[in-house]
């Protein structure tokens, strides 16, 4: 089973910086594209990165996206209080079956 | 800028079906794939499918394979899961979302089915 891990949670004061990882399992993704959705409690998740480092139109670049082989990540310097909320890395598994697959999503705190 | 509003919170009995809308506006549907993702109380994302709107293909997660159907009426510009043989577990959010190569560009605000008798 093709899977995308990601710690449960991070913390760090505003104004710090953090990091999230997306490390693959037992799939490649070296040639696919991996995304970050934002999810504020009670609202639907809205694409933070793409294509493992491009920003959509209105996303700060405090926000900033990396792959290197099997894992990508996500790193938000500046933090803000608003920051605070579930992150999920994502991309499509080209393999045998072919799904898309998520990370079980990592958690911010802002203390 | 595209808005995606899918149908509202459903109730169902265990044993029956459930079918979810998803209507993307300000954007071109027949370009657009969509495909759903479902979010369980407190878990994380869980793809389930989606359909290319402009050849009516769909594509299943083999968990999902024979209980759900993703359907495209190009008439309407409207995206469906049907979703069968509900049981507790598919208590859930359900979200839809449009969706480009390789990411999730826009989301539906979510359609909660509950599954309880």
């Known amino acids: 089973q093709s899977v995308l891990t990601q710690p449960p949670s991070v913390s760090a004061a505003p104004g710090q910086k953090v990091t999230i990882s997306c490390s693959a399992s037992?799939?490649?993704?070296?040639?696919?594209?991996v995304s970050w959705y934002q999810q504020f409690p009670g609202t639907a998740p809205k694409l933070l990165m793409y294509e493992n480092n491009k920003r959509p139109l209105g996303i700060p670049d405090r926000f900033s996206g990396s792959k290197s082989g099997t894992s990508a990540t996500l790193v938000i310097t500046g933090l803000q209080t608003g920051d605070e909320a579930d992150y999920y890395c994502g991309t499509w598994d080209s393999s045998l079956s072919g799904n898309w697959v998520f990370g079980g999503g990592t958690k911010l705190t802002v203390l | 800028q595209v808005q995606v509003v899918q149908s509202g919170a459903e109730v169902k009995k265990p044993g029956s079906s459930v079918k979810v809308s998803c209507k993307p506006s300000g954007g071109t549907f027949s370009i657009t794939t969509i495909g759903w993702v479902r979010q369980a109380p407190g878990q994380g994302l869980e793809w389930m499918g989606g359909?290319?709107?402009?050849?009516?293909?769909?594509k299943y997660t083999q968990k999902f394979q024979g209980r759900v159907t993703i359907s495209a009426d190009k008439s309407t510009k409207t995206a469906y899961l049907d979703l069968s043989s509900l049981t507790s577990e598919d208590t859930a959010i359900y979200y839809c979302?449009?969706?480009?190569?390789?990411?999730?560009?826009?989301w539906g605000q979510g359609t909660l089915v509950s599954v309880s008798s």
């Open positions: 979302a449009t969706e480009r190569a390789g990411f999730f560009e826009y």
């Open positions: 359909i290319n709107t402009i050849f009516g293909t769909a």
């Open positions: 037992n799939f490649n993704i070296e040639n696919n594209f």
